[in-house]
């Protein structure tokens, strides 16, 4: 599981509220992804981080936005969630520090549900 | 644009039979691609990688094959086995920050 742990693993939210979701890493990597995984869809890349408080946006931003203040954890916050991101929520580390050998390891998601 | 595709949804196999999944990509950039297989209520799981520099790849029970002249991408599992029963995911990237674009995912069904 390359030591990514992510919470809250379940959530039921309503529409308007804002929801924050943790991804923890235990090996020190600097690059951190949070994607979100529909039906009929593979996985998408919200927001990605590469180092302390140095994030970017993937390809569905809107609606969403991180922080990475310390190595470890990187927070995806909806500021005031819809049902259209109810999804499922997947943090993934990349195994290096920038070099060309690199991979990607995913944590095991968060179902979160917006009614 | 980037797209990931694959050409089948569902493929069902006899348990001790090869499975191969296919996977297209369009952009002539990517460099590199994994294979990605998901149970269910489960995060994906890394199953194999390839760069663009090879065109085989082989690793336990599992081969990806890459042809850069079509953009295509395989993966090969021998002897398949109720536990290879999943989504698969390829994944492809072309830049270094490690933005992956992801096909949609074909179902394989093992049956006994």
């Known amino acids: 599981d390359a030591g990514i742990t992510q919470s809250p693993r379940h959530k039921v939210t309503e529409t308007g509220t804002p929801v924050t979701l943790r991804c923890h890493q235990t090996?020190?990597?600097?690059?951190m992804y949070w994607y979100r995984q529909d039906p009929g869809h593979g996985l998408r890349l919200i927001h990605y981080?590469?180092?302390?408080?140095?994030?970017d946006k993937g390809e569905v931003s809107d609606g969403y936005s991180v922080s990475r203040s310390k190595t470890e954890d990187f927070l995806l916050t909806l500021e005031s969630a819809t049902s259209s991101q109810t999804s499922v929520y997947f943090c993934a580390i990349r195994t290096d520090s920038g070099g060309a050998q690199w991979t990607q390891y995913f944590g095991p998601g968060t179902r979160l549900l917006v009614l | 644009g980037e797209s990931v595709g694959l050409h089948l949804p569902t493929l069902s196999v006899q348990e001790g039979d090869n499975s191969i999944i296919n996977c297209a990509y369009s952009?002539?950039?990517?460099?590199?691609f994994i294979w990605y297989k998901q149970e269910s209520g489960k995060g994906p799981q890394f199953i194999i990688d390839i760069r663009s520099n090879m065109d085989k790849r082989q690793g336990q029970r599992v081969t990806v094959l890459l042809n850069k002249t079509v953009k295509h991408l395989s993966l090969q599992i021998a002897a398949t086995q109720p536990g290879d029963s999943a989504v698969y995911f390829c994944a492809e990237n072309a830049s270094n920050t490690g933005k992956l674009i992801f096909g949609q995912g074909t179902t394989l069904q093992v049956k006994p």
């Open positions: 981080s590469y180092g302390v408080k140095d994030t």
């Open positions: 952009n002539s950039a990517s460099d590199y």
């Open positions: 090996e020190n990597h600097r690059y």
